[in-house]
T-cell receptor, first 114, second 112 residues
Framework: NAGVTQTPKFQVLKTGQSMTLQCAQD?????MSWYRQDPGMGLRLIHY???????DQGEVPNGYNVSRSTTEDFPLRLLSAAPSQTSVYFC?????????????FGDGTRLSIL | DQQVKQNSPSLSVQEGRISILNCDYT??????FLWYKKYPAEGPTFLIS?????DKNEDGRFTVFLNKSAKHLSLHIVPSQPGDSAVYFC???????????FGKGTKLTVNP
């Protein structure tokens, strides 16, 4: 049981480049989410999904796209990378979104935008 | 405006003593609260939670207390161990929202 798997673990991009951060879970969780962690800022929700085909915006969605074509995968796309998107990105999942369902986190993707 | 506040960026305690980490919230719709622990280069891991219908929840060395009238919760670790050294995040959700809101975290250092 791998839990929540994020790839890549590290990435360096140039301003304006695009890329996709991958997230996969093998726990048959319906709820998946993406957070970014910046120094002194805690974790901030970017986008989330309550099931395949359903996505919604979190606190800081600008500059990011998501889709949820399968229960297992929830990729995060940076359309045109900016230095302000340098951060550590965490993907998380749970059976459903609500009390009693703590989220399981991946180990993160460390992204630097030059 | 920050809805979940952890006003102490860091805390240092001696091994064997009690660690108390504090968290305040502003949104009265929050009804479920969680604590996560995070080691460097790893993702956060769930530690303990509490529903607003309770004022205390205990799991081994970890106890979370909730004071709804003060919109305050705290995590007690007794006794503290060096392996507890990590960043602790308080998080909250409620009001029918599917979003989990995190505080900025408190870095706990337990000295041998």
């Amino acid at each position: 049981n791998a839990g929540v798997t994020q790839t890549p673990k590290f990435q360096v991009l140039k301003t304006g480049q695009s890329m996709t951060l991958q997230c996969a879970q093998d726990m048959n969780h319906e709820y998946m989410s993406w957070y970014r962690q910046d120094p002194g800022m805690g974790l901030r929700l970017i986008h989330y999904s309550v099931g395949a085909g359903i996505t919604d915006q979190g606190e800081v969605p600008n500059g990011y796209n998501v889709s949820r074509s399968t229960t297992e995968d929830f990729p995060l796309r940076l359309l045109s990378a900016a230095p302000s998107q340098t951060s550590v990105y965490f993907c998380a999942s749970s059976y459903w979104a609500g009390p009693g369902q703590p989220q399981h986190f991946g180990d993160g993707t460390r992204l630097s935008i030059l | 405006d920050q809805q979940v506040k952890q006003n102490s960026p860091s805390l240092s305690v001696q091994e064997g003593r009690i660690s108390i980490l504090n968290c305040d919230y502003t949104n009265s719709m929050f009804d479920y609260f969680l604590w996560y622990k995070k080691y460097p280069a790893e993702g956060p891991t769930f530690l303990i939670s509490i529903s607003s219908i309770k004022d205390k929840n205990e799991d081994g060395r970890f106890t979370v207390f909730l004071n709804k009238s003060a919109k305050h919760l705290s995590l007690h670790i007794v006794p503290s161990q060096p392996g507890d050294s990590a960043v602790y995040f308080c998080a909250a959700m409620g009001g029918g929202s599917e979003k989990l809101v995190f505080g900025k975290g408190t870095k706990l250092t337990v000295n041998p």
